[in-house]
């Protein structure tokens, strides 16, 4: 399974930002597919996680209200919808995927991709 993140960039605060992760292999649908975030000299932090189906989310309590996670099953692609960006989001993000049901601990998932650069600055 590889994992390819992508859509990261300079966005102003107050702004808007979309992340797509696309993972090649078999059976998608079955992985349970999380955002991770490690803004500089910061520890891998959990920012959301996303059922198989696509039913049950979780998010961490800094980006809930302002964050989506969604993904597509018949393009074997994850998303993270970033509203309201703060300076605080800023941070490299990394998608991830686990075989079996996850914590918010970097120790469930599997396979990671190789990260992304969103900075939110002005």
């Known amino acids: 399974v590889q994992l390819q993140a992508s859509g990261g960039g300079l966005v102003q605060p107050g702004g808007s930002l979309r992340l797509s992760c696309a993972v090649s292999g078999r059976d998608f649908s079955r992985y349970f597919m999380g955002w991770f975030r490690q803004a500089p000299g910061k520890q891998r932090e959990f920012v959301s996680m996303?059922?198989?189906?696509?039913?049950?989310?979780d998010y961490a309590d800094s980006v809930v209200g302002r964050f989506t996670i969604s993904r597509d099953n018949e393009k074997s692609t994850l998303y993270l919808q970033m509203d309201s960006v703060k300076p605080t989001d800023t941070a490299v993000y990394y998608c991830a995927a686990a075989t079996t049901p996850p914590w918010r601990r970097i120790e469930d998932y599997l396979y990671w991709g190789q990260g992304t650069q969103v900075t939110v600055s002005s």
């Open positions: 996303i059922t198989g189906d696509g039913g049950g989310r």
